[in-house]
């Protein structure tokens, strides 16, 4: 089945040690998303990618970065992980073609991150 | 600005009984989508229903129906025969459009549904 696919689901790192974060999808959608998500609130968007396009929310902090070395792979590097950063992080992939305006995001089952 | 409202934080029901969350939403769009997701405790996002602002058509899959009113800015999501396995929460979304003519989903603050045996 095509799906969206995230490991671990459960990652522990140390404060201050960076972690990456990956997400792959088997739909073959053009656009990629990480959404951060902390207890009992609505995922955040940090930043999306529209082919190679990179797309930054003005509020995600420089902390986070993002990869995507292809149409298949999109990677969340976390550089110095503080634990406000503890949170639920989740991929989701649409897809958009010319004159295709409509979409609906499909997510992968998440990683929680947890920060020691 | 645009903006999602799911008013009721947490709904508790016991098996069997309907239940109803709502969701109001403000947009100055003439063109967008609303949706609805589903996450259970494993944390995944489920898709349940993706609606464009021109189908004011109410929607019916299984126990699940949604009613969409643009008069009332409503795309409330009715549960029928509420079972266990519905307990998880429900997330009301609306697609704001972006550069490039794709979108960016605004969620609402969510509704813990809660399912009793």
């Known amino acids: 089945d095509a799906m969206v696919i995230q490991n671990p689901r459960y990652q522990v790192t140390q404060f201050g040690k960076p972690v990456t974060l990956s997400c792959s999808q088997t739909l073959n959608h053009n656009v990629m998303y990480w959404y951060q998500q902390k207890s009992s609130q609505a995922p955040k968007l940090l930043f999306h990618y529209y082919d190679k396009d990179f797309n930054n929310e003005a509020d995600t902090p420089d902390n986070f970065q993002s990869r995507r070395p292809n149409t298949s792979f999109c990677f969340l590097d976390i550089r110095s992980p503080g634990l406000g950063d503890a949170a639920m992080y989740l991929c989701?992939?649409?897809?958009?073609?010319?004159?295709?305006?409509?979409?609906?995001?499909?997510f992968g089952p998440g990683t929680r991150l947890l920060v020691l | 600005a645009q903006k999602v409202t799911q008013a009721q934080t947490e709904i508790s029901v016991v098996e069997k009984e309907d239940v109803t969350l709502d969701c109001v939403y403000e947009?100055?769009?003439?063109?967008?989508?609303l949706f609805w997701y589903k996450q259970p405790p494993s944390g995944e996002l489920v898709f349940l229903i993706r609606r464009n602002s021109f189908d004011e058509q109410n929607e019916i899959s299984g126990r699940y129906s949604w009613n969409f009113q643009k008069s009332t800015s409503s795309f409330n999501f009715t549960i029928t025969a509420s079972q266990v396995v519905d307990s998880a929460v429900y997330f009301c979304?609306?697609?704001?459009?972006?550069?490039?003519?794709?979108?960016?989903?605004?969620f609402g603050a969510g509704t813990r549904l809660a399912v009793h045996p």
């Open positions: 947009t100055r769009d003439t063109t967008y989508y």
């Open positions: 979304a609306l697609s704001e459009a972006i550069i490039g003519g794709y979108n960016k989903l605004i």
């Open positions: 989701a992939t649409s897809r958009v073609g010319q004159g295709f305006r409509e979409e609906t995001q499909y």
